[in-house]
């Protein structure tokens, strides 16, 4: 599966799942949906088949899209996931458009 089609549906998963996806990450990158282990780390199986840790479904939907994910092309949503997982921030411009969606 590619990132962007796990982005993509986001809302239609259990938010227990975790995303991972192999480097570089991008909107054709390849990924996984994984429950953690009991410990919260990712399965060992993901990890040798050589992909990393990327968000939490939760993560995706709560921290980033939050509410803006209709109001969101498609490859503004790859752009913004993929941007907070590799910042831990928004870009400007989500930020912006967060502002707007306040006032």
Partial sequence: ???F???AKLETLD???CIVAKRPWSADAEAELV???EDYRIPSAALSAGYEYFLEVSVALDAVLDGLGARLT???RVEAVIF???NDAYPEWLYALRQEAAE
């Fill in 35 to 37: 429950e953690l282990t």
């Fill in 84 to 86: 907070y997982a590799e």
């Fill in 74 to 76: 498609s490859e503004q």
């Fill in 1 to 3: 599966m590619k990132l």
């Fill in 15 to 17: 938010d227990e799942w």
């Fill in 5 to 7: 089609e796990v982005i």
